[in-house]
């Protein structure tokens, strides 16, 4: 099993340009999300979603959309960059909860936006 | 406004001592988890908690969930270099189920030979 996945690794963008980060699992779990990883405030909910065709906002959800048109795959899309957007992105994925079941975590993409 | 406090937010330490991290909150969690992560990588889970009180074990960590459900500590005996690593509490709030989590801020452990 691949586990999670994510692409790309490493990603520089430019004010207001836009990209889609791609997360995708081979686990079967109902439940993912994407946080957001920065120096002294550990990992922020960006977005999650419970299963195929539902998502929820998370604790910073301004600036990113997402889908779950297939159990596997989450992309997160940055409509149009900014430097504040520049942290580690990571996206986990569980069986049915955050809470109780294991989280597991993908390898994280850190993207710099000048 | 961040809902879990970790303390300390650094530690360096010789290997063979004894640590305890602690994750604070005002707030009432239905459950609470650890993590640790490496330099490059996702955090790896190492224990949830859900009852007020509950202790658990894992080899040389010992996790404990207040009984209020409002904090927990990480007890790390006779630490090694493989302890090296950022640890994370993640709890789920009350009010908002299992589905939402939020994450302390962490605290890095160097362990030295």
């Known amino acids: 099993n691949a586990g999670v996945t994510q692409t790309p690794k490493f990603q520089v963008l430019k004010t207001g340009q836009s990209m889609t980060l791609q997360c995708a699992q081979d686990m079967n779990h109902e439940y993912m999300s994407w946080y957001r990883q920065d120096p002294g405030m550990g990992l922020r909910l960006i977005h999650y979603?419970?299963?195929?065709?539902?998502?929820d906002q998370g604790e910073v959800p301004n600036g990113y959309n997402v889908s779950r048109s297939t159990t596997e795959d989450f992309p997160l899309r940055l409509l149009s960059a900014a430097p504040s957007q520049t942290s580690v992105y990571f996206c986990?994925?569980?069986?049915?909860?955050?809470?109780?079941?294991?989280?597991?975590f993908g390898p994280g993409t850190r993207l710099t936006v000048l | 406004t961040q809902l879990l406090e970790q303390s300390p937010q650094f530690l360096s330490i010789q290997e063979g001592e004894n640590l305890t991290v602690y994750c604070n909150s005002s707030?009432?969690?239905?459950?609470l988890q650890w993590y640790r992560q490496e330099p490059g990588e996702g955090p790896v889970l190492l224990v949830t908690?859900?009852?007020?009180?509950e202790v658990k074990k894992l080899k040389r960590l010992t996790f404990q969930f207040g009984d209020a459900r409002k904090d927990s500590s990480l007890h790390i005996t006779a630490a090694q270099p493989g302890d090296t690593g950022l640890y994370l509490c993640?709890?789920?709030?009350?009010?908002?189920?299992?589905?939402?989590?939020?994450f302390g801020t962490g605290t890095r452990l160097l362990v030295s030979p």
């Open positions: 979603s419970v299963g195929a065709g539902i998502t």
């Open positions: 707030s009432v969690f239905s459950s």
């Open positions: 986990a994925s569980s069986t049915e909860t955050a809470g109780t079941d294991t989280q597991y």
């Open positions: 993640a709890g789920a709030p009350q009010n908002t189920g299992f589905q939402k989590l939020v």
């Open positions: 908690v859900v009852t007020g009180g």
